[in-house]
């Protein structure tokens, strides 16, 4: 038989408390709900920032400097880098005092000059010379030397291609020993010595050039006497 359906059961909390009417019914039905804020702990995010810094500095520091037997704590060493029978002077223009080194390797703005290069890493390890110099805007491969940075608005600037006549070769000799002929892999992974000196050239040199220039890169002044004029 037709009719009407039944009205829906009504929950607990739709039933009218005694005494409301409708519209109050209503009214607390649409009302608002406030949401409460935690407060912000500073210490949770404070703690792990400093943790996070503190990542960052050891990864930049084992970035400069890699572990190893044979390294001493404090040494000096010096370096030449020549374009077409010209020395790069551009160098003089990092050091130290300029603050575009760090302490862990560096050099000095009344030392520049002669290219000396102070390794005074935080702890008692090796450093690659490619650490050196990719702080002194310098890359190097088997047949490209790239100066960029300081160098750039000078003869220097830019990448050399070895080619034709032109040759890139890289040298170094130890305090007691003498100068060799290194691959581009072997410098940019050594560790130079205390007393040790580097070098790079570009262009085309005759062997008694090569002796003279060789000759003209100055045993680093603040490791004390040259052995070989002691």
């Known amino acids: 038989?037709?009719?009407?359906?039944?009205?829906?059961?009504?929950?607990?909390?739709?039933?009218?408390?005694?005494?409301?009417?409708?519209?109050?019914?209503?009214?607390?039905?649409?009302?608002?709900?406030?949401?409460?804020?935690?407060?912000?702990?500073?210490?949770?995010?404070?703690?792990?920032?400093?943790?996070?810094?503190?990542?960052?500095?050891?990864?930049?520091?084992?970035?400069?400097?890699?572990?190893?037997?044979?390294?001493?704590?404090?040494?000096?060493?010096?370096?030449?880098?020549?374009?077409?029978?010209?020395?790069?002077?551009?160098?003089?223009g990092y050091s130290l005092e300029n603050g575009n080194l760090p302490t862990a390797m560096h050099m000095h703005r009344g030392s520049s000059t002669q290219y000396e290069i102070h390794w005074e890493p935080p702890v008692k390890r090796c450093a690659e010379f490619d650490d050196f110099f990719r702080l002194v805007d310098t890359s190097v491969s088997k047949d490209r030397l790239t100066l960029d940075g300081l160098h750039e608005d000078t003869p220097w600037g830019g990448t050399h291609v070895a080619e034709g006549n032109a040759t890139l070769t890289f040298y170094h000799k130890p305090a007691d020993g003498r100068w060799r002929a290194i691959s581009a892999s072997s410098f940019n992974d050594r560790q130079p010595q205390d007393g040790e000196r580097m070098l790079v050239l570009f262009g085309d040199y005759t062997d008694e050039r090569i002796r003279e220039i060789q000759d003209g890169v100055p045993y680093p002044p603040a490791t004390g006497t040259d052995p070989e004029h002691s």
């Open 1 to 92: 038989m037709g009719g009407f359906p039944p009205p829906p059961l009504m929950s607990d909390e739709d039933r009218p408390a005694p005494g409301q009417d409708a519209r109050e019914r209503r009214r607390q039905q649409h009302k608002p709900t406030r949401r409460v804020t935690q407060p912000v702990n500073l210490r949770k995010l404070v703690v792990p920032a400093i943790v996070i810094l503190g990542v960052g500095a050891l990864a930049t520091a084992m970035i400069l400097i890699d572990p190893g037997e044979d390294c001493p704590g404090h040494w000096h060493s010096t370096f030449q880098v020549w374009v077409d029978d010209e020395i790069v002077t551009s160098y003089t």
